[in-house]
């Protein structure tokens, strides 16, 4: 897993933009860049490296919670597949890889 420390650059040294892929089942983030995380864990790693991009604490994870599904008016169910989001300078963007939607079913 990367540490904290070696995602923020040493002063005064060039940034460049952060590709993170995160794969979702079902609206929750199971992994980032392939790597097996917890809920809590996928939060944790996308604020760090946000901030390290100067992109506002927890907008990264906002970002990403909009692309699976939650909160978002566009979607109507919960996504699984892959997101790749890219942080850089500020700002956040996100592509959808390879989603698959899923209609929640609501008992009537």
Known sequence: MTALADIFPAEGEFLAPDEVVVTFDRGVPVAIDGETVSIAEARRILSARGEAQRIGRGEACAALERRAGRGCARLTGAVSGEVRLVLYDGRVT??????TYYEEKREQ
């Open 94 to 99: 996100a592509e959808d890889l390879n989603p």
